[in-house]
């Protein structure tokens, strides 16, 4: 079993589309997260949910709109892509915010053209 | 939140120990130390997390001294499967984890 699953592992787009990566866990964390790697290979943390509510959100663009449907599931949808959005996006979990162990998903690319 | 300063790359051959180090100057008492691995095309993968001295578990050790403003990671005898890129984290609490720009360790055979 998958500990922390994405869908999808590649998005190819054009820019000015919608489009929604989802992510799930099955470990029983309390806590999600969704970073972006760039092509320069930092990664940032954009959104953290704690049981489904939202403590972090860092000066990522109101485009970005990440949904919590329950503590299981943190998805992450993108309005009006941009060239600059293209990078992989990752999903985290960890048991709570305390926690300094994160499971990471394998990571969605997305490619704005 | 601590900046943490780790060498680009390193390399190493299979069966040696090696040992990366990061400083942190600026880490605060209720910050700890974190480390994770990262192969290609997959998310970062844990490792191992300490606050002061050593820690050791089946991976890897973790060395702290005790001014706690640098951390070594120590791998023994690394093979080509290490080949990675290695990030070293300061965090206080651990939803405001940041992670720097990392150490590509390169395995050679």
């Known amino acids: 079993d998958t500990a922390v699953s994405q869908t999808p592992k590649y998005l190819v787009t054009q820019m000015g589309n919608d489009k929604s990566i989802k992510c799930e866990q099955n470990?029983?964390?309390?806590?999600m997260y969704w970073y972006k790697q760039d092509s320069k290979k930092f990664l940032k943390i954009m959104f953290s949910?704690?049981?489904?509510?939202?403590?972090i959100n860092e000066t990522v663009p109101n485009r970005f709109s990440p949904k919590s449907p329950d503590k299981a599931h943190l998805n992450l949808h993108i309005n009006s892509l941009e060239l600059g959005d293209s990078a992989v996006y990752f999903c985290?979990?960890?048991?709570?915010?305390?926690?300094?162990?994160?499971?990471f998903g394998s990571g969605t690319r997305l490619t704005v053209v | 939140l601590a900046k943490t300063t780790q060498p680009i790359s390193m390399d190493s051959y299979e069966g040696q120990e090696v040992n990366i180090t990061c400083s942190h100057n600026?880490?605060?008492?209720?910050?700890?130390i974190t480390w994770y691995q990262q192969f290609p095309s997959q998310g970062p993968r844990f490792i191992i997390q300490?606050?002061?001295t050593k820690v050791t578990n089946e991976v890897a050790s973790l060395f702290i001294p005790a001014d706690r403003k640098s951390s070594t990671l120590s791998l023994p005898r690394v093979s080509l499967s290490d080949t990675a890129v290695y990030y070293c984290?300061?965090?206080?609490?651990?939803?405001?984890?940041?992670f720097g720009a990392g150490t590509r360790l390169f395995v050679k055979a």
């Open positions: 984290l300061v965090a206080r609490g651990g939803f405001k984890t940041i």
């Open positions: 985290a979990s960890s048991q709570d915010t305390t926690s300094y162990g994160y499971t």
């Open positions: 600026n880490i605060a008492t209720n910050d700890y």
């Open positions: 470990l029983g964390h309390d806590t």
């Open positions: 949910y704690n049981n489904k509510e939202l403590i």
């Open positions: 300490g606050y002061k």
